[in-house]
């Protein structure tokens, strides 16, 4: 950086490090200060806004990163709203309740040597690859001469605010005390988690609560079996009635029963659209193409319209806005409330798993095993050298079945379906398929994944 110009950023990196969703990158090699900046200002400028409010996770590289940023945003001209610490929830609602565009740094679940940019506009609304974020990085690659008058950074804590709202959704009064273990996996779930629950009549432990963002204990991704296995046993070593298992930047949470069992991603949503239903009344609900059959059939028991969408917070955003639906869920874990400006928020749906908990007089296994109706393959991933050969050569190998191509492709087999889904930055197919068994699960993959060798 010289005086008075931000320098750019080389396309080459760009387009490494520029996601679908987010930015991305190892840090420094790939993320480093002066791209910060430069990104900080080119969405300062791409925004137009008077201010910016920023948040940041654990990361060790996550101070000097969130302080170029800002040094880029006030470059810019544009005040900085800085939360220090906080969840990518937090951050949501912060732009939401303030009404301005908002910027987290953290890479989620991925391991400590990366972190990343996640963008939203005013409300919270989405800034991805077609809704900003392609604009966002070619302004940064183009440099910039910085503003005359230099933004103010302005520090602001909203973690009981943000707590309030969280608290907002339940009715307290109805909740009995439960045993609770949370595994927030050295993240930024032990910031949020314990000013969210500190009023409820919970008993929680928190199981590796440190904010560390090296994650000594075991990786901060939830959804793989694996990174469960201390949550289960220690669910099942103090008699607690449910664990819950957050990412690293805590806005994703998954669910283990009282036996130990994880819960997917589809059956937390199915259940908690089920509450929002009763809540709410009839009316449309969201859930990607990957969820369980499961899914759509729970909303429509309980008096909802069903509505299935493309994988991704910005398709889910978009659809929520279109048909008012009040909830939207992914079986990645992502959970989205329209009183929430139609963001995610795994604090919200922990605590309406916990409401419906408290009021149904049942361990959790026995609440969620109506729900339970399919066995699934997990998404298996393959990389293959022609992506669009593949889905061609297996679009035509069922070319009796119904197909769609929503998002991918996707094979309806009257008992058994898949989806096949490209990666958004790998050579990758990513598949998803449900049928009645194990058995015919084990069956249906075989043939598939002899079409993708």
């Not at 800034?127 to 183009?142: K, N, P």
């Not at 059956?267 to 239903?277: D, N």
């Amino acid at each position: 950086m010289t005086a008075g110009r931000v320098e750019p950023v080389p396309e080459t990196l760009l387009a490494k490090i520029v996601k679908a969703y987010d930015i991305r990158g190892i840090c420094p090699d790939e993320l480093e200060a002066a791209t910060a900046r430069a990104i900080g200002f080119a969405f300062a400028e791409w925004s137009g806004a008077a201010r910016v409010v920023l948040g940041r996770d654990m990361r060790p590289s996550g101070l000097e990163l969130s302080e170029s940023f800002a040094d880029g945003v006030q470059m810019a001209g544009a005040d900085v709203i800085d939360l220090g610490l906080a969840s990518t929830d937090m951050l949501y609602f912060a732009s939401g309740h303030l009404d301005m565009p908002g910027a987290m740094l953290t890479a989620s679940h991925n391991p400590a040597e990366y972190n990343g940019i996640k963008l939203c506009g005013p409300g919270a609304a989405p800034v991805g690859a077609d809704s900003g974020l392609a604009e966002i990085a070619q302004r940064a690659a183009s440099g910039a001469v910085v503003a005359d008058v230099r933004g103010r950074r302005i520090r602001r804590d909203l973690l009981d605010t943000f707590a309030d709202h969280v608290r907002s959704f339940v009715d307290i009064e109805h909740m009995v005390p439960l045993r609770v273990v949370a595994d927030t996996a050295n993240g930024m779930g032990g910031h949020v988690v314990p000013t969210v629950f500190g009023p409820l009549p919970f008993e929680v432990e928190l199981l590796y609560g440190e904010l560390d963002g090296t994650f000594p204990n075991h990786p901060a991704d939830p959804i793989r079996p694996e990174n469960l296995v201390d949550l289960s046993e220690r669910v099942l070593a103090t008699g607690a009635d449910v664990g819950l298992a957050f990412d690293g930047d805590a806005d994703r949470v998954f669910l283990v029963d009282e036996q130990g069992r994880a819960t997917s991603g589809s059956l937390f949503t199915a259940l908690v659209a089920q509450a929002m239903l009763r809540r709410h009344g009839s009316g449309p609900i969201l859930h990607n193409l990957i969820c369980s059959r499961a899914v759509p059939e729970a909303i429509a028991e309980a008096g909802g319209q069903p509505v299935r969408t493309r994988v991704g917070h910005s398709y889910i955003k978009a659809e929520m806005a279109r048909t008012g639906a009040v909830f939207g869920g992914e079986h990645s874990g992502h959970y989205y409330f329209a009183g929430n400006y139609r963001a995610d928020s795994g604090l919200i749906a922990a605590l309406i798993a916990l409401e419906t908990l408290s009021s149904a007089g049942m361990p959790l296994s026995e609440l969620l095993a109506p729900l339970d109706r399919y066995a699934s393959s997990g998404e298996i991933n393959t990389r293959v050298a022609d992506v669009d050969e593949v889905l061609r050569r297996t679009a035509a190998r069922f070319a009796g079945f119904a197909q769609d191509w929503l998002d991918g492709l996707t094979v309806d087999g009257g008992d058994w379906w898949f989806n096949l889904r490209p990666s958004n930055t790998e050579p990758l197919l990513r598949l998803n398929l449900e049928a009645r068994d194990a058995d015919a699960v084990t069956q249906h993959v075989s043939e598939i994944s002899a079409l993708l060798a």
